[in-house]
């Protein structure tokens, strides 16, 4: 991976929220990532199979155009809880057809997947990176794979800010997100709001194992304006193929449908900090694995 890390990207990310990490996987990185992608679809789709009788969970379903819940609350499903260090594929049902959503949430953890595993743990442009705009004992809470597939699968991400779903007090989540190929307007890379970081989190994901209820509390008046693909105040967060994007847990970000004919598939990755913070018991992940990235 290259190290110029040098280059302090602080004063931007204090500014926009947000920094590109150009060629954050050299061309030899990011094919091995795209080896490990390959695996942990194998590993998913089997585990599903052997372990959960082959019962597919939507992250979502979508009728005439109206998005809506799954029938059932996934996230407090044992298959959704146990994903935490563990890879487990969800699906989106559109019209009735099921195609891949995302495999999480332990991509970095699992030992068959080693790239993965390098992406988080001693990599010094992260970890210089992170040391940068301030972290002084990040833990990555959980990582996703997303295809995003082409011809309307794909489905869109609604504007939200990270710390919605990695709430620690004070806040203290940022994203590192990585393109697998080009991601353009064409094949619906993400958007953001420039400087929205320093909106107020709006609310705040609510995960009740025991009362088996889950929700949003809404903790701030903060407005989120709509998402129109084309239309201010959104922009484009278009980039090259392992590129990455580092954004504040309170950056406002999204991503359209894909229409296209091309996929825009990505790794996300949610990190925050364990020194002098507390994590929410209402995060959905409920334990947080104590790996640090760097002593
Ligand atoms: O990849 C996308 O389209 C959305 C990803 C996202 O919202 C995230 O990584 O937080």
């Known amino acids: 991976m290259p190290t110029n890390a040098v280059r302090s990207i602080r004063a931007e ?14 061309p030899r990185s990011l094919e091995l990532v795209r080896e490990d992608v390959r695996a942990a679809e194998v590993i998913a789709l ?16 979508e009728r005439r155009g109206e998005k809506g819940e799954s029938s059932e609350n996934f996230v407090l499903t044992p298959y959704f809880q146990s994903s935490r260090d563990r890879v487990h594929v969800f699906f989106e049902e559109i019209e009735g057809r099921l195609a891949v959503n995302r ?4 991509l970095h953890l699992h030992p068959g997947l080693p790239n993965m595993g390098k992406i988080v743990y001693g990599n010094e442009r992260l970890n210089a990176a992170l040391q940068d705009i301030g972290y002084r004992a990040p833990v990555c809470l959980l990582s996703v794979y997303i295809p995003k597939l082409p011809r309307g699968f794909g489905s869109e991400v609604v ?9 620690t007090q004070p806040l203290s989540a940022c994203v590192l997100w990585i393109a697998l ?3 353009t307007v ?13 909106l107020p989190l709006k609310f705040v994901s609510k995960v009740d194992l025991e009362k088996k209820r889950r929700g949003y509390l809404q903790i701030n008046d903060t407005d989120i304006p709509a998402f129109e693909p084309g239309a201010a105040p959104y922009v484009p967060l278009e980039v090259k193929a392992g590129d990455a994007l580092l954004f504040h847990g309170n950056f406002v970000h999204c991503s359209p449908r894909n229409v296209s004919p091309r996929p825009r598939p990505a790794l996300s990755f949610q990190f925050i ?3 002098k913070t507390e994590f929410s018991a209402f995060n959905w ?11």
């Not at 990310?13 to 050299?26: P, S």
């Not at 089997?46 to 379903?61: H, I, P, Q, S």
């Not at 064409?186 to 320093?198: D, I, R, T, V």
């Open 13 to 26: 990310y204090e500014k926009q929220g947000i920094v590109t990490l150009k060629e954050f996987l050299d």
């Open 46 to 61: 089997k585990d599903l199979v052997v372990n959960w009788g082959g019962k597919k969970v939507a992250f979502f379903t």
């Open 103 to 106: 495999l999480g949430h332990g």
């Open 159 to 167: 504007p939200h800010q990270e710390s919605t779903f990695a709430h």
């Open 181 to 183: 190929e080009d991601a």
């Open 186 to 198: 064409e094949n619906a890379c993400m958007y953001g709001l420039p400087g929205s970081h320093k």
């Open 273 to 275: 900090e364990t020194d």
């Open 285 to 295: 992940i409920k334990a947080v694995n104590s790996r640090k990235l760097y002593d």
